[in-house]
């Protein structure tokens, strides 16, 4: 029997926190989503929405935490995750090495002196750290796995698609669109219930930005369309991006959607169920 998932937004900002009364609506923390399989948790990287309610966990004893890159935005929230310090918590890990440095030198790097006063040998919850490669599928158990795929993005990224339980999340951040990587995508997103994708810009911003590895949320249409998923959540919006910008891009977006593909402009606190 299929058991319900519940996908969270805790985080929707890419580059840094945006904090001003212009951001109070879509919300102004970088990425961090939760995917509750029906009871298992699964976190999709740790920007500083992780310090939000997901990052208590709200009564679980696990979680998985997969990271797409170690840029700043992506891992800020490990500081404030409020489980590591809980020892009756098992928290996973998982993302690559990149340029012969081992994922976990790269996080201890940045969360222990001098950048913080504690580390990882401080945290009192059971972490273990897993290192993953592109075209990899992670068994997670409970029927659960975790597909990666190389993202382009200055530093390289991960993508992931989330299967199990008769529903799939495809988590697509930090990732600019060319040639090569458009059919590749397509067949690892196909059929999906939901495709997260990186609206960093719009067409014009994108334009703007050659190199910079983002997208804007009209090519996360075309994707839906082209691979058949059911819903397209747009995120990882610029920091100047407000309130009233973002309305007006979400209406746009909606009015192009095809039929037969949700699209949503992604809110801290929203939820999807699938």
């Not at 900002?13 to 029906?38: I, K």
């Not at 490990?78 to 020892?87: K, T, V, Y």
């Not at 082209?226 to 919006?237: I, W």
Request: hydrophobic share 40%; glycine share 14%.
């Amino acid at each position: 029997m299929e058991r319900p998932w519940t996908v969270t937004v805790q985080g929707v900002r890419g580059s840094m926190p945006a904090v001003s009364g212009e951001y109070l609506e879509y919300g102004g923390n970088t990425a961090c989503t939760a995917v509750d399989c029906g009871g298992r948790l699964i976190l999709f990287d740790a920007g500083s929405g992780l310090t939000g309610p997901w990052g208590r966990l709200q009564g679980k004893n696990r979680a998985d935490l997969f990271i797409g890159h170690v840029h700043a935005d992506h891992i800020i929230g490990l500081f404030g995750f409020g489980a590591l310090h809980n020892p009756e918590m098992e928290i996973h890990l998982y993302g690559e090495a990149r340029g012969g440095v081992s994922f976990r030198r790269q996080l201890e790097f940045f969360v222990g002196p001098p950048y913080w006063p504690i580390g990882f040998s401080d945290f009192r919850a059971s972490v273990t750290i897993h290192e993953i490669l592109p075209g990899q599928c992670v068994p997670l158990g409970g029927g659960l796995s975790m597909r990666v795929m190389r993202g382009n993005h200055p530093n390289q990224s991960l993508l992931y698609r989330l299967d199990g339980a008769g529903h799939s999340v495809v988590y697509t951040l930090d990732c600019e669109m060319n040639d090569s990587l458009l059919p590749q995508l397509r067949a690892f997103a196909e059929g999906a219930d939901l495709l997260i994708w990186d609206a960093s810009f719009t067409d014009t911003d994108l334009a703007r930005h050659p190199g910079w590895g983002h997208s804007s949320w009209r090519q996360g249409i075309e994707m839906g369309k082209a691979a058949g998923v059911k819903m397209v959540l747009m995120t990882h919006f610029s920091n100047d991006y407000t309130d009233t910008f973002l309305h007006e891009q979400e209406r746009q977006a909606l009015a192009e959607a095809p039929d037969g593909i949700a699209v949503r402009f992604a809110r801290e606190g929203m939820e999807v169920r699938l």
